[in-house]
């Protein structure tokens, strides 16, 4: 004997299934949007250089090179790079004051053989391609949108207190993996749509019968 099909599950699978396409479709839009990003990206490695916005958080500076003033040593920090001849090291991360209240700059001034180093660097006049500050953010802070805004940061062109530069910031190295994402959005609903099927189907045939 059939059986019906069940009404709540099917109501939950079906917007299960609504809200992946829509996330789908959502990561087709974001594609587009960072194609014109890195568009702009480009672009601007190509402009000459302008002082660092009063704005920290202007989208529109990343990869362009940028001068500002470092008129104080407020914090240090290190992440990993490495040095002119490839071998690892650690890129010296200053935080800056720059006389008025605000979120300070950042500045990459060249990368260190040691992690444990302090950098000889005190402040002063920077030169070099902005890019976003390193994320500390966890994926949790992230997900749950506390979090602070993201400030540019100058990656020094010459290096400070006589550290090699970090590699000049590419474009090229930023991912745009928003396909492979709507791809993997569109499968995962494809697969809920065959397992939720094949469960209807052996529930619509009913149990075996006994021997």
Known sequence: MS???????TIIVALALAAMIALGFWQLDRRHEKEAALKQYRTNLTLPETAYPSNPTDATYVFRTVTAHCLRI????TKG???PNGTPGWRQIATCATGAEGPGLVVDIGISADPE???AWNGGDVRGTA???PDSESALQRWLGHRAPLRLMIVSDKGEAGLPPSPRPDPAEVPNNHLAY???WFLFAGVAVIIYGLALRRRTKG???VP
């Open 81 to 83: 790079g490495r040095l």
């Open 74 to 77: 407020v914090g240090w920090q």
């Open 3 to 9: 059986r019906h099909i069940p009404i709540l599950p």
């Open 182 to 184: 709507a791809v993997q």
């Open 117 to 119: 180093a302090v950098p």
């Open 131 to 133: 890019v976003w500050e």
């Open 207 to 209: 149990p075996p019968p």
